[in-house]
Nanobody, 124 residues
Framework: QVQLVESGGGLVQAGGSLRLSCVASGRTFSTYAMGWFRQAPGKARELVAAISWSGFSTYYADSVKGRFTVSRDNAKNTVYLQMNSLKPEDTAVYYC?????????????????WGQGTQVTVSS
């Protein structure tokens, strides 16, 4: 069982930056790939960034490539999402999630543990 708690959301102007953090409970954090999803009103939830259990491999959705950076610190049981050059279309609730290392970390279907979400609002 993994419990996840996100923080760092808020209101920012277009072009600004935010850094989201997600702290995981338990001693097995390093055995899980971690992903950041987002869901905007009326839209499906989408995987925007993911990082393998080792941290050596990352994935980004085309919509955020070059602007967002995912990283992890296994010693702190924490995964981060640095979001730069934010756009109004990035407005959504952002969730972190965990997927066991046996799964393909790029596959959204493998994520079985979820945080409560944090709101990110980008004003134009």
């Amino acid at each position: 069982q993994v419990q996840l708690v996100e923080s760092g959301g808020g209101l920012v102007q277009a072009g600004g930056s935010l850094r989201l953090s997600c702290v995981a409970s338990g001693r097995t954090f390093s055995t899980y790939a971690m992903g950041w999803f987002r869901q905007a009103p009326g839209k499906a939830r989408e995987l925007v960034a993911a990082i393998s259990w080792s941290g050596f491999s990352t994935y980004y959705a085309d919509s955020v490539k070059g602007r967002f950076t995912v990283s992890r610190d296994n010693a702190k049981n924490t995964v981060y999402l640095q979001m730069n050059s934010l756009k109004p279309e990035d407005t959504a609730v952002y969730y972190c999630a965990a997927s066991h290392s046996k799964n393909d970390y790029r596959d959204p279907r493998g994520y079985s543990y979820w945080g409560q979400g944090t709101q990110v609002t980008v004003s134009s």
